[in-house]
């Protein structure tokens, strides 16, 4: 199932890096390419995430201040109207279909309506419940999850592929055990928000249940890989999640404008069918993709999201496939100038070597090493077993 309407591009700060293109670019994409028109997929239309919702997540006084903003900016507070969470119009309106269409693939999943439900233009992972942060005004998949544990989940599992620490989904649910949160992301030494350090394992009554593995800048497909598998299928495996949910941001990619890592468009898709697969494995299938970060418009998102389409709705697309002329027409003339691309590989095998607790570790496996060491014991996991 994927979650879609044209009324969520109107989630748009204007002259920002968080531009909606990126979002109206993925579903041309996907749509051409015929990802949306498999048997079996649906397109489902989202609802606004009503007042009782959004409180799951954020305080009232902050929803309130979200509804004023466009017209009084200047007594908003709460993050809103700087330069990274500016004032637009209809703020309210578009940050809460946002968040109604995360929570709409949630209920279709666990309801089993579907296996697995897709919303591109959610995972603004940085909100925080009283103060919008990072371009993100409401935690879509916080609110998601909320309403997943009170439709009875007991265990969910949100991984977070984002550049960027997933900040916002941790703080809510630090000190919640039946809510397992990891992210891989560039150091926060480097990079926003500046948490996520391998320290930072869950709160009182909830330790273990928060896991980050702090990447170095640099850091390219097989570290990448290597980092991931040295850590998550491990630490879900132990959690035992109903149900995976995941904020799939395109923002580690080399070209990305805003971070460091040296990802490829086929590392990105390689990250999607590993959790797909881990959902499959130990979710009987259910998985919530979200988007997320991603500001290398028109070279990147648009086949990123498109493999993560592909992934949630049937069989991998061959990354040696061409991009079709339509798409590239539109996307041409949405950003002119840009280099509009012809495949849908970057042209990167993203094999990677397991990784192994001895020998001379590189940065990579310095950081790999930091996380096990600091949550894998909570966990009842073994920190240098290479099979754990
Ligand atoms: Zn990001």
């Not at 999850?145 to 630090?174: E, K, P, S």
């Amino acid at each position: 199932m994927v979650v879609w309407d044209e009324a969520l591009l109107a989630y748009d700060m204007g002259d920002h890096p968080l531009d909606p293109v990126r979002v109206e670019l993925t579903v041309a994409l996907a749509r051409e390419l015929g990802v949306l028109d498999r048997p079996g997929v649906r397109l489902v239309r989202p609802e606004p995430a009503d007042e009782a919702l959004l409180t799951r997540v954020h305080d009232l006084r902050y929803l309130d201040a979200v509804r004023v903003a466009p017209r009084d900016p200047l007594f908003a507070g709460h993050g809103l109207g700087t330069a990274d969470n500016p004032v637009f119009d209809g703020m309210h309106e578009s940050s809460a279909l946002v968040a109604g269409a995360t929570v709409a693939a949630a209920e279709a999943v666990w309801r089993g309506e579907a296996r697995r439900a897709v919303n591109v233009a959610g995972g603004l992972h940085h909100a925080m419940p009283a103060r919008a942060a990072g371009f993100c005004v409401y935690n879509d998949p916080a609110v998601a999850i909320a309403r997943l544990l009170d439709l009875g989940a007991r265990r969910i599992a949100y991984v977070d592929v984002d550049v960027h620490h997933g900040d916002g989904v941790q703080q809510v649910f630090y000190d919640d055990p039946r809510v397992l949160t990891v992210s891989l992301h560039e150091t926060p030494l480097a990079l926003f928000p500046g948490t996520g350090f391998p320290d930072e394992t869950g709160g009182p009554g909830a330790e273990g249940a928060a896991v980050n593995v702090a990447l170095p800048p640099g850091t390219d497909d097989a570290g990448w890989q290597r980092a991931f598998h040295a850590v998550v299928p491990s630490v879900l495996r132990v959690f035992r999640p109903e149900i995976l949910v995941t904020q799939c941001g395109a923002d580690g990619h080399r070209l990305d404008p805003l971070a460091d890592l040296h990802l490829s468009v086929d590392g990105q898709r390689a990250t999607y069918l590993a959790l797909r697969a881990l959902a499959d494995e130990l979710c009987e299938g259910r998985w919530v993709a979200t988007g997320g970060g991603g500001y290398a418009l028109v070279e990147v998102v648009p086949r990123a999201w498109t493999h993560l389409l592909a992934a949630a709705t049937g069989a991998p697309l061959d990354p040696a496939t061409p991009t079709p002329p339509g798409w590239r027409a539109l996307a041409a003339a949405r950003r002119p100038g840009r280099e509009v691309p012809l495949r849908m590989t970057d042209d990167v095998d993203p094999a990677y070597r397991p990784w192994q607790p001895t020998g001379e570790p590189n940065s990579v496996d310095r950081a790999v090493a930091a996380t096990r060491k600091s949550v894998f014991p909570l966990l009842g996991l073994d920190p240098h077993d290479p099979r754990d």
